[in-house]
C-alpha cells in the first residue's frame, strides 16, 4: 500500500506533465482579499454589504428550513398518540375491572399534569417543540373535567365551572410562556364550549352573558397582549353562535337580554380591534378584513332578526346606530395611526354599504320614493366630490351601492313599471336623461371618471326616448322628438368636436327607424304613416349629412 509521501509524489509529476502541453500565458496576481482595495479590483462590493447566505454560514439553518413541516407533524402526531394511550389505558383498564371511575378520572388528570410538565421540562432545550406535549395535556384536562361532570357526576356545576376557569387560564399562561397561540385557541374553544356541556352553568340568559361578555374581554386583552388577531376573532364568533344557540335553548322570550348582550359584544370586539391597531401600530392587513367580514355579516342578521321580530319600527334605526359607531371607530382609528387603512376602510366600507341597502334604502324609504333617492345620488356624489377634493376616494363597496340603486330604479322608470304612485313620475325619464348627460359633460374633465362617460351617455339617450314616450301619446311626436335629439346630438358634436357625442346619435338613428319599419306603420293611418316616413327621412338625411361633416373635421 502506498504512503502518504508517494502519492504526493505523483500528484506532482502528474501536474508538471500537465503544464508541458498549456501555452505559456502571464502569470496572474491576485490581489489579496484582506487588502483594502482588493474588493474594488474584482469588483465585489463589501462583505459588510452582502453577508453571505444564513445557509452557507450554518449548513443546519437550511436543512431545518426543508423540515420544519416534518417536524411538526412527527410532532403533532406524537402528542396526539399520547393522549390516544391515555384514552386507550383508562379504557383498558375500566374494561378489565382494575380501576374504579373516581382512579379512571384521577389517571386522566395525572396524564394530563404528566404532559404539561414533561413540556415545561424540555422547554429549555426546544421551546417550540416541547410546547405540543403541554397541549395535548390541556385537551387531557378538559376531557377529564367534562367527563367528571357529564358522564360520571362526580362533581357540580360550580366545582366543573371553576375547572374550567382554570383551565382556560392556564392555558393562556402556557400560551405566553412557550410563545404559542395554539393555547389560547384552546382556551377560547375550552371556555365557549363549556356551556354546551354544562347546561346548568348559567342558571338564567343574564349569567350566559356575563359569563360570554368576560371571557370577551379576556381575550382581547390576550390578544393585544401576544400580538395575534387570531385569538379574539375565533372568541368573537364562537361568542355570537354560542350565545344564540344556547339563548334560544333556554330562553327566547327573554329577548332583552339578548339584545343586550349582542350590544355588549359589539363594542367589547370593536374596542378590541381598534386597540389592537392603535397598541401595535399596525393597520388591519387584507386577509383579516376578509376574516372579520363574516363575523359583521353574521352579528348583522342576528340582530336585525331579532329587532325585526321585538322591535319592528326601530329596527332600521338601530341598524344605522351600528354602523355610524363603526364608522367612527375606524375614523379615530385613521386619526390615531395618521395612515391610510384600505384594508379597513373596504371593511367598514361593505358593512355601512350593506346597512345602508337593507336598513337605509329597503326598510326607511318609501317605495313611492325611490325613484327620486335615485336619481339625487349623482349630484350628492358631486357635491362629496367637490367638498372633499376630486382625489377623494370612494370605497368599492359605496360605489357597487350606489350602482344597484340606480340600476334599479332606472330600469323602473323607463320601462314604466309601478310607478304611477311616485309623484312627478312623468319627468322622472327625462330627469335622469339630464342628469346622465351632465354627468357625461363632466366625468370627460375628470381622468379618474372618464370610462364612465361613454356607458353615460348611451343610458341617458335611452332614458330620454323613454321619456317622450311617456310624455307624447302620439306617435309621429314620438318619431319626431326623437329625431330631434338626435339633431341635436350632432350638431353639438360638430359644435365642440366631440365625435363620441356624434357615433352615440347612431343609437337614436337605429330605435327611430326600427320604430317606425316594425311598428308605427302597421298600426297607423295612411297620413300618418306619410308624415313618419317624411320624418324619418328627414332627420336620417339630416344626419347624415352632419355626421359626415364631423367625419371630415377628424379627417383634417
Not at 364568533?237 to 339578548?258: T, V
Not at 336623461?433 to 370610462?451: F, G, M, N, Q, T
Request: aromatic content about 12%; overall charge neutral; proline content about 5%.
Amino acid at each position: 500500500m502506498k504512503t502518504i509521501q508517494e502519492r504526493i509524489a505523483q500528484i506532482e509529476a502528474r501536474l508538471e506533465r500537465i503544464e508541458r502541453f498549456l501555452p505559456d500565458m502571464p502569470a496572474m496576481e491576485m490581489p489579496e482579499p484582506d487588502t483594502p482595495d482588493a474588493e474594488e479590483e474584482l469588483g465585489a462590493p463589501p462583505a459588510a454589504q452582502t453577508p453571505p447566505p444564513r445557509d452557507i454560514l450554518d449548513p443546519s439553518f437550511a436543512a431545518a428550513s426543508h423540515t420544519l413541516s416534518v417536524t411538526q407533524i412527527l410532532g403533532w402526531t406524537g402528542a396526539t398518540a399520547l393522549v390516544l394511550a391515555v384514552a386507550y389505558l383508562i379504557r383498558l383498564a375500566l374494561d378489565a375491572g382494575w380501576l374504579t371511575p373516581g382512579r379512571q378520572l384521577g389517571l386522566a388528570v395525572l396524564s394530563g399534569f404528566s404532559l404539561i410538565g414533561a413540556g415545561l421540562w424540555l422547554r429549555k432545550s426546544d421551546r417550540q417543540y416541547a410546547s405540543l406535549l403541554p397541549a395535548g395535556g390541556l385537551v387531557v384536562l378538559f376531557l377529564s373535567i367534562y367527563g367528571a361532570h357529564l358522564y360520571y357526576h362526580f362533581i357540580g356545576v360550580p366545582l366543573a365551572a371553576g375547572a374550567v376557569i382554570l383551565t382556560c387560564l392556564a392555558a393562556l399562561w402556557l400560551g405566553r410562556l412557550f410563545e404559542s397561540e395554539l393555547y389560547a385557541l384552546f382556551a377560547v374553544v375550552g371556555s365557549y364550549s363549556a356551556p354546551f356541556m354544562m347546561h346548568t352553568l348559567a342558571g338564567s340568559v343574564t349569567d350566559l352573558v356575563i359569563y360570554f361578555s368576560a371571557w370577551s374581554v379576556l381575550f382581547c386583552m390576550y390578544s393585544i397582549w401576544i400580538g395575534h388577531r387570531r385569538t379574539y376573532l375565533l372568541a368573537a364568533y364562537l361568542s355570537l353562535l354560542g350565545f344564540h344557540f344556547l339563548w334560544k335553548e333556554m330562553a327566547p322570550d327573554e329577548w332583552e337580554a339578548a339584545f343586550a348582550f349582542q350590544v355588549i359584544q359589539f363594542l367589547i370586539f370593536l374596542g378590541g380591534a381598534i386597540g389592537f391597531s392603535v397598541r401595535h401600530q399596525r393597520p388591519m392587513h387584507k386577509d383579516e378584513a376578509i376574516a372579520h367580514l363574516p363575523l359583521l355579516l353574521i352579528f348583522y342578521a342576528l340582530q336585525y332578526s331579532l329587532l325585526e321580530n321585538h322591535l319592528p319600527a326601530l329596527a332600521p334605526w338601530i341598524a344605522l346606530g351600528t354602523a355610524a359607531v363603526l364608522l367612527l371607530a375606524y375614523l379615530f382609528a385613521k386619526h390615531v395611526l395618521n395612515q391610510p387603512l384600505q384594508s379597513g376602510s373596504m371593511l367598514v366600507g361593505a358593512y355601512v354599504s350593506l346597512v345602508l341597502f337593507h336598513a337605509g334604502y329597503m326598510e326607511l324609504v318609501p317605495d313611492e320614493l325611490t325613484p327620486w333617492v335615485a336619481l339625487l345620488l349623482l349630484p350628492a356624489m358631486g357635491l362629496y366630490f367637490y367638498a372633499r377634493g376630486k382625489a377623494s376616494p370612494v370605497t368599492m363597496p359605496v360605489k357597487i351601492l350606489m350602482a344597484v340603486i340606480f340600476a334599479i330604479n332606472y330600469q323602473r322608470v323607463i320601462l314604466n313599471l309601478d310607478i304611477n304612485e311616485v309623484p312627478g313620475h312623468q319627468l322622472l325619464a327625462l330627469l335622469f336623461a339630464v342628469e346622465l348627460y351632465v354627468a357625461y359633460v363632466l366625468s370627460r374633465k375628470i381622468p379618474a371618471l372618464e370610462s364612465l362617460s361613454t356607458p353615460a351617455l348611451y343610458v341617458g339617450h335611452i332614458a330620454m326616448m323613454s321619456a317622450a314616450v311617456q310624455i307624447f301619446d302620439d306617435q309621429l311626436l314620438i318619431s319626431l322628438s326623437w329625431g330631434v335629439v338626435a339633431l341635436a346630438c350632432l350638431w353639438l358634436a360638430f359644435k365642440y368636436r366631440d365625435k363620441a357625442l356624434g357615433k352615440s346619435s347612431l343609437l337614436i338613428f337605429a330605435t327611430s327607424a326600427a320604430k317606425v319599419m316594425l311598428y308605427d306603420l302597421s298600426s297607423s293611418t295612411p297620413l300618418v304613416r306619410i308624415g313618419l316616413l317624411v320624418v324619418l327621412g328627414v332627420t336620417l338625411y339630416a344626419g347624415g349629412w352632419m355626421y359626415r361633416k364631423i367625419e371630415l373635421i377628424e379627417a383634417k
